[in-house]
């Protein structure tokens, strides 16, 4: 059975770290593999701990009166050079509840006051986001939003425009530009269903 025989740091960051580990393969040969964490020590690592708290949180939420409209942003990023459309999201800050983040981390990226929705523990649970070359999992948080979006409370490291889509628009995104993955199969939900959230049971 493969294993991990050590860890040793390659960064000490706050927000992100490279670990090489000392792997051995199924065969017993022992490989270097390298994993993107934002755990800031060794001994907070997944593979360490064997827990999943989730490092982020990200928000499907629909906007307006009818609920015909979903909250997106599209917002550069450094690794691809270009701007992609993702949902709301953020770090979950130690201690905190992921539900709480997802309504601080709403209003500071969108200015939007973000109601959550009660669902089955099941849906919301972190889930790893790619696990072949990181441990990051995110929690998803679902509800609705009211307010009038600003961009007042963004970081000056975030670039990002705040997008209330209708389905006409998710359709030409989904078509034209370049989307998150986990965005996008929640976004073909809400393209094709007549109540996006009833995958949610509620």
């Known amino acids: 059975m493969a ?3 050590s860890i040793r740091p390659q960064t000490r960051n706050r ?4 670990y090489e ?5 199924r065969k017993g040969e022992h490989i270097p593999y390298y994993v993107a964490s934002r755990a800031e020590r060794e001994e907070d ?4 701990t064997g827990e999943n708290h989730p490092d982020g949180v990200l928000i499907y939420a629909l906007y307006g009166p009818a609920r015909d409209r979903v ?7 450094y690794p691809i050079g270009g701007y992609i459309y993702e949902f709301p999201a953020g770090l979950v800050e130690h201690g905190e509840d992921f539900r709480t983040a997802a309504v601080r981390e709403m209003h500071e990226e969108t200015g939007l006051t973000l109601t959550p929705v009660d669902v089955d523990p099941m849906f919301e649970a972190p889930r790893f986001t790619t696990v072949g070359m990181t441990d990051e999992s995110c929690a998803a948080v ?7 979006v600003s961009d007042r409370y963004l970081e000056d490291t975030e670039e990002m425009q705040i997008v209330l ?3 006409a628009e998710v359709r030409r995104i989904l078509r034209e530009e370049r989307v998150a993955v986990m965005c996008a199969y929640q976004l073909m939900h809400f393209l ?5 959230f009833a995958f949610l049971g509620i």
């Open 3 to 5: 294993s991990v025989e």
């Open 15 to 18: 927000f992100l770290n490279l």
């Open 21 to 25: 580990l000392d792997a051995v393969t």
């Open 45 to 48: 690592l997944k593979l360490v």
């Open 71 to 77: 909250v997106l942003v599209r917002q550069y990023r």
């Open 142 to 148: 679902y509800g609705y939003a009211d307010g009038t």
């Open 165 to 167: 889509a209708d389905r």
């Open 192 to 196: 094709t269903d007549p109540e996006p």
